[in-house]
Nanobody, 123 residues
Framework: VQLQESGGGLVQAGESLRLSCAAS????????MGWFRQGPGKEREFVAA????????SYADSVKGRFTISRDNAKNTVYLQMNSLKPEDTAVYYC?????????????????WGQGTLVTVSS
C-alpha cells in the first residue's frame, strides 16, 4: 500500500487549505482512512477519520467545526478540508490506513502511513 499526501503549504491564520491523499495497492473502498499530525516538538496526534464508505466521520476536539474529512472512492483519494486555520495547526500532516473498514482514532490501529505534508500557519 502506498499513500501520497499533497496540498500542504504556508498560509496565514484564518485561511484554508485542502489536503489530499492518494492511495494505491489494495481496494481503497474497503478501508477506513485517517489523518494525523505532528507539530514541532509534539507527539503525533489524531485529527480525523472516515469509514470505508464515507458515512461516518470522527474528529479531534481541536479541529471539530473547522476541518472536514471526505473521500472519493472512485479516485482512491481522501481529503482534509481545513478552514479557519490557526498557528497551532502548524504540523506535518499524515494520512494513514487501518486494516479495517471501521474508523478508529488509535494510531496503533493504522498499518500504512504516508510520508507527510507540511502545513505552516503564520499569525
Amino acid at each position: 500500500v502506498q499513500l501520497q499526501e499533497s496540498g500542504g503549504g504556508l498560509v496565514q491564520a484564518g485561511e484554508s487549505l485542502r489536503l489530499s491523499c492518494a492511495a494505491s495497492g489494495r481496494t481503497f473502498s474497503s478501508y477506513a482512512m485517517g489523518w494525523f499530525r505532528q507539530g514541532p516538538g509534539k507527539e503525533r496526534e489524531f485529527v480525523a477519520a472516515i469509514n470505508w464508505r464515507g458515512s461516518t466521520t470522527s474528529y479531534a476536539d481541536s479541529v471539530k467545526g473547522r476541518f472536514t474529512i471526505s473521500r472519493d472512492n472512485a479516485k482512491n483519494t481522501v481529503y482534509l478540508q481545513m478552514n479557519s486555520l490557526k498557528p497551532e495547526d502548524t504540523a506535518v500532516y499524515y494520512c494513514a490506513q487501518p486494516n479495517s473498514g471501521y474508523l478508529t482514532s488509535r494510531q496503533e490501529d493504522y498499518d500504512y502511513w504516508g510520508q507527510g505534508t507540511l502545513v505552516t500557519v503564520s499569525s
